[in-house]
């Protein structure tokens, strides 16, 4: 695997190993990666790890939903799955 490059079963690992434990929901094809495309108002291209970082810092704010933690969870999770050697503009997925 390229350093800048998530193959897709490597994502796919990553995203079952989210939900293994059943401490997240396992909805990611509910709004992953539409909703980080949204919300960033990113224009169809590939997601990268710095996107699903501001990502992360703008679900935040959304301090009226409650679903803001697990969506952050999940994407934190992910990366966390992912690897360490990830960097910030480490290809995630097509958008």
């Known amino acids: 695997m390229s350093d800048r490059l998530v193959t897709r079963k ?8 989210c939900g293994s434990e ?12 539409k909703a980080v495309a949204l919300r960033l108002d990113l224009d169809a ?10 990502y992360i810092e703008e679900r935040l704010k959304d301090d009226w939903d409650e679903s803001r ?15 360490p050697d990830l960097s910030e503009e480490t290809i995630i997925c097509a958008i």
């Open 10 to 17: 490597k994502l796919s690992v990553a995203k079952r190993r």
């Open 22 to 33: 059943n401490a997240l929901p396992m909805d990611w094809e509910d709004w992953f990666p």
């Open 45 to 54: 291209g590939f997601l990268r790890v710095h996107h699903l970082m501001l």
């Open 69 to 83: 933690f697990i969506e952050v969870s999940q994407c934190s999770t992910l990366l966390h799955h992912l690897g």
